[in-house]
């Protein structure tokens, strides 16, 4: 799996985080006929909020990054990319767990959204998300938190 951490986001992370997100979501937008290159980067710029993210690195490199937004009624998991060249190595596993640990620690819903057709859905249902609806672009997800599927 490598040598990974997370550490929190500063605003001068925006411009390889939009890159990355620009190449993680190229396949699936393209599919979708959605993809502009300049939109694709111009959508995380606008969206983007250091204080809710953490810049994932791996032996000391940009490897990816997660958002785990607080919503009215539950944290919103967003902008989480990988680099193609570590996807598949566990890390992404490893980085979601933590994130749903923590919530479930705090009693926390987890919602999010994915690109139809996207392989990075199935890593969601392995993590107990389910399919809440769906558009013809996206479908949103939700967890409850380990502690109320228990009880």
């Known amino acids: 799996m490598g040598d ?12 390889p985080v939009a890159d990355l997100r620009a190449v993680v979501l190229r396949e699936d937008l393209e599919r979708l006929g959605r993809y502009d290159e300049r939109r694709v980067r111009q959508r995380l710029r606008d969206g983007f909020t250091p204080a809710h993210t953490w810049v994932i690195e791996v032996g000391g490199l940009f490897g990816g ?3 785990l937004r607080p919503g009215a009624d539950a944290h919103w998991l967003e902008h989480f990319y990988l680099s ?9 596993t490893a980085v979601l ?8 620690r705090e009693g926390t819903l987890v919602r999010l959204n994915v690109l139809q057709g996207s392989r990075a859905r199935r890593l969601y249902e392995r993590h107990g998300f389910i399919r809440e609806s769906e558009d013809p672009v996206d479908v ?3 967890r409850e938190p380990a502690s109320a599927v228990s009880a």
């Open 140 to 142: 949103f997800m939700v």
């Open 4 to 15: 990974w951490e997370m550490r929190p986001a500063s605003a001068a992370d925006v411009g």
């Open 97 to 104: 767990r933590e994130l749903l640990e923590r919530c479930d």
């Open 84 to 92: 193609p060249r570590l996807q598949g190595s566990g890390i992404g």
């Open 65 to 67: 990054c997660v958002s």
